[in-house]
């Protein structure tokens, strides 16, 4: 080659289509401003922040205890917990069942697997993560500023009942279980009493308290006076049991009836009346930037080729 391609050089092919480079560019940057307004949609975002409560202070011991010290809000479990019900596949197909996203997202269910379609789409604007001030966040991206914030707060409510779920079974099988066991101590006390009647009807055995408040036990019939004393013990122990249970049992109730939310939330979403993406802005000024870029390799190339050409 007779000529050596160097800075100079460049900045004179440069110079020389210096109008064509600003045109090119400058008509990007109004195609790129009108395709952002008429085609590109207009995405809102809408979020919740919450924490997880500590759904211990439900129990009967937390109720009716002498805890003085109990943690308000819930451990790192609990928000593992609650981020993996916010991204669970029940969650997801519940809400995208519940207000038509294939619909919303113009995706026919004609499609072959429509569902998973809709799904991917969701998941790509849907997001469910801890913060740095370990709180849970739920966002979401949609055109359609009042759906977004309509889903996330279905999302939350979805993610409290699904959490105490576990926890409310669980108190409604012990409950069941300490009812099933009162009303069985409450037969075997009832029988108790029945048999002492008959024994002291039948005997004529007298029961009477003593000074220091211990239960007297007299009859003429020795045998019959001591089996008497023997029931008369079990029954008092099945009646203590029976009070206790009892107790128990009213205690559960009233942790069964505060249905708490498990859920405290810092911000609950609303609809946003400012879009979040596309930033109009930054793609006008990427494009530009694009454009230019590429027409000044492109001259450049042109001109090496053209001279190429002429020293063949």
């Given amino acids: 080659m007779d000529k050596e391609f160097n800075l ?3 900045i004179r092919i440069i110079l ?3 109008k064509q480079i600003l045109i090119l560019t400058v008509a990007s940057g ?3 401003a009108l395709f952002s307004v008429f085609v590109m949609d207009e995405w809102f975002l809408s979020y919740s922040t919450f924490y997880p409560t500590n759904q211990s202070l439900s129990d009967r011991s937390a109720i009716f205890g002498n805890e003085t ?3 308000y809000f819930g451990t790192k479990s609990d928000i593992n917990r609650v981020l993996t019900i916010a991204n669970s596949v029940p969650i997801i197909d519940f809400i995208i069942d519940s207000f038509k996203m294939a619909e919303h997202y113009d995706i026919s269910k004609e499609k072959k ?3 998973t379609i809709v799904r991917k789409k969701f998941e790509k604007n849907y997001e469910a993560i801890k913060t740095e001030h370990d709180a849970v966040r739920v966002s979401l991206y949609d055109t359609d500023p009042k759906v977004a ?3 996330v707060n279905t999302v939350v409510r979805n993610v409290d009942e699904l959490n105490k779920q576990h926890v409310t079974e669980s108190k409604q099988k012990i409950y069941t279980a300490i009812v099933d066991q009162t009303a069985k101590l409450q037969l075997t006390a009832d029988s108790y009493i029945d048999t002492l009647a008959i024994l002291g009807e039948r005997y004529k055995v007298k029961v009477s308290s003593g000074a220091d408040g211990t239960i007297l036990v007299d009859g ?3 045998h019959a006076v001591q089996l008497y004393k023997s029931i008369l013990a079990k029954q008092t122990n099945t009646a203590r049991e029976l009070n206790n249970l009892t107790n128990i049992q009213g205690q559960l109730n009233v942790s069964l009836q505060n249905n708490e939310t498990s859920l405290y939330v810092l911000e ?6 400012r879009r979040e993406k596309p930033v109009r802005s930054l793609v006008v000024i990427i494009t530009v930037l694009i454009t230019g870029f590429v027409s000044l390799i492109g001259v450049l190339l042109i001109e090496q080729i053209r001279d190429i050409k002429s020293q063949l």
């Avoid at 609950?268 to 009346?273: G, K, L, P, R």
């Fill in 8 to 10: 100079l050089t460049a």
């Fill in 220 to 222: 003429s019939d020795y």
């Fill in 268 to 273: 609950a979403a609303f609809a946003s009346d």
């Fill in 16 to 18: 020389k289509w210096k």
């Fill in 113 to 115: 697997y429509w569902k």
């Fill in 30 to 32: 109004i195609i790129a």
């Fill in 69 to 71: 010290q109990v943690e």
């Fill in 149 to 151: 914030a309509a889903i």
